[in-house]
């Protein structure tokens, strides 16, 4: 209950006419009380101001803490600067704070019942903005639906799937089910093969250098995962073959094997010719 004990009593008019000396203490006390209580409110609105810079200062310097989520803390910390302040500004007056907070806590956990969800998935967007299992953009699966990331916030989190619908999920359902993220690890390159006999008349080793050196000059091959160029044997006479296996660099692995083809092609001519110019000499 409010008590004005701390205040000193509003005299009579006619006890104030009998003894006019009384107004001078009774507004100078009163006075000194809503002085004091201006400067408990400039006081507790700087320290508040502060509190949330300070809060947001100090949780920018870790990489794993989100924007938003520097934002509702700094917003915590400054309410909560706020809200003794205004405890302290009324006890000022002579308010009884104590059965003010006991008040207060009671309707904080009859609201907090009553939103229980809601509070969850609050609790739930927060470890998400802390831990980040995934970004916007990624590509996830969360309780069957499969979707690229639109947003995430405090409460829930948007997915638009391939067909551009969107599914909104409660942060509660995302935080406490298995998620599939598919765009956290790089999917390994797509590789292809190609099986050539051994040219006659050319050793094996031989035969082997000159086509990984014709294969990585080959435009469109990619330097990693780095083409490989092994023996093995094959084909309805199990002869020896050179295996061939590199990655193209997008869905051009048709014209990459004609290229490297026609390239072991002119260095068997080449080859072939020179050979012809050695023996005739």
């Known amino acids: ?38 400067a408990i409110l400039i006081v ?6 502060r509190a949330d810079a300070l809060i947001s200062r100090a949780l920018r310097k870790s990489k794993h803490i989100d924007d938003m989520l520097r934002s509702f803390f700094g917003s915590i910390a400054r309410y909560f600067v706020l809200t003794i302040t205004l405890l302290a500004v009324l006890s000022q007056f002579g308010v009884q704070t104590t059965s003010l907070v006991a008040v207060i ?19 739930a967007g927060v470890m998400l903005l802390i831990f980040r299992p995934f970004h916007i953009g990624d590509s996830v699966t969360v309780g069957g639906n499969t979707g690229s990331v639109r947003s995430l916030s405090l409460f829930w989190t948007e997915i638009v799937t391939d067909t551009n ?11 406490g089910q298995a998620i599939k993220n598919m765009s ?29 050196d014709i294969v990585k ?8 995962p780095a083409p490989s160029v092994l023996l093995d044997r094959g084909g309805t006479d199990n002869a020896m073959q050179i295996v061939i296996t590199f990655a193209p660099d997008g869905d051009i692995a048709g014209r990459v094997k004609s290229d490297i083809l026609q390239a072991i092609d002119e260095q068997l001519e080449t080859s072939n010719r020179q050979q012809r110019v050695q023996s005739l000499r």
């Open 105 to 123: 806590g009671a309707a904080s956990l009859a609201i907090g019942l009553a939103l229980q969800g809601t509070l969850s998935n609050l609790a």
């Open 165 to 175: 619908a969107q599914i909104i999920i409660p942060n509660g359902s995302v935080w």
């Open 1 to 38: 209950m409010a008590s004005t004990s701390s205040l000193l009593p509003v005299p009579d008019l006619d006890h104030l006419v009998a003894q006019p000396a009384l107004i001078i203490p009774w507004v100078l006390d009163n006075a000194l009380h809503v002085l004091g209580a201006i």
């Open 217 to 224: 000059a080959t435009p469109g091959v990619l330097s990693t």
């Open 184 to 212: 956290t690890y790089a999917a390994p390159a797509a590789t292809a093969q190609l099986r050539v006999p051994v040219p006659s008349g050319w050793r094996p080793s031989e035969a082997c250098n000159a086509i990984r």
């Open 44 to 49: 507790g609105f700087w320290l508040a101001g």
